[in-house]
């Protein structure tokens, strides 16, 4: 069955301090691997795409990596903006199955000042 | 260009009554997918549409449906409501079948009571 899991659930850090996000997943044939934010009460924002293992992305502070099993989001000197619930998700298989995103329960981030 | 739009925001519904949602996808998107939130089981996949046809469907019970029109707008309908239906509905679109990138919209929040 494809499962994608994330830790931590939480993750509390001070503005400044760096760290990372883990997503891994079992899936057969990945399509693909997105990373989204989500502010309280509002839709996920697309952040990433990741196809083959070994590819990065980058975007202000945040840095995507994806390896045959697992996807990392590094958050470099956080601010108190960055604080979300971040989602990862996968899109697997082949066919029809293009439009059927499997997510995972999310890192709730807060960052103090 | 503007983003994807559903309506209405905010529901309040009476157990077995029944509701219908609606969502505008990103103009030229082809795609619409539909997605419940809940705090206990995350986002989880209801069903894809294209080009007017079902291509995938999640493991809901009949009673959620949907459609979409030759516009691309889709709408879901959710009969005989029960409580356990309360939750956030996403939809989100993306351009075609080669592109896996999905865009979400806002949500509509429904309670039911």
């Known amino acids: 069955e494809d499962q994608v899991t994330q830790s931590p659930e939480a993750l509390r850090l001070q503005e400044g301090e760096s760290s990372s996000l883990n997503c891994s997943y079992t899936v057969s044939g990945l399509r693909g691997l997105f990373w989204y934010r989500q502010d309280p009460g509002k839709g996920p924002e697309f952040l990433f795409t990741l196809y083959s293992a070994g590819e990065e992305k980058e975007k202000e502070r945040l840095k995507a990596t994806l390896t045959k099993k697992e996807s990392f989001l590094h958050i470099t000197a956080p601010k108190p903006e960055d604080s979300a619930t971040y989602l990862c998700?996968?899109?697997?298989?082949?066919?029809?199955?293009?439009?059927?995103?499997?997510f995972g329960q999310g890192t709730e981030l807060s960052v103090k000042p | 260009k503007a983003g994807v739009t559903q309506t209405p925001r905010y529901l309040i519904k009476t157990r077995g009554q029944q509701v219908t949602l609606s969502c505008s996808p990103i103009s030229g998107h082809r795609s619409v997918s539909w997605y419940q939130q809940t705090p206990g089981q995350g986002l989880q996949f209801l069903f894809e549409y294209f080009s007017e046809t079902q291509r995938n469907k999640g493991n809901f019970p009949g009673r959620f449906s949907g459609r979409q029109f030759s516009n691309s707008r889709s709408e879901m309908n959710v009969s005989t409501l029960e409580l356990g239906d309360s939750a956030l509905y996403l939809c989100?679109?993306?351009?075609?079948?080669?592109?896996?990138?999905?865009?979400f919209g806002p949500g509509t929040r429904l309670t039911v009571t």
């Open positions: 998700a996968v899109q697997a298989g082949s066919g029809n199955q293009g439009g059927k995103l499997i």
């Open positions: 989100a679109s993306r351009s075609g079948t080669a592109q896996y990138e999905q865009y």
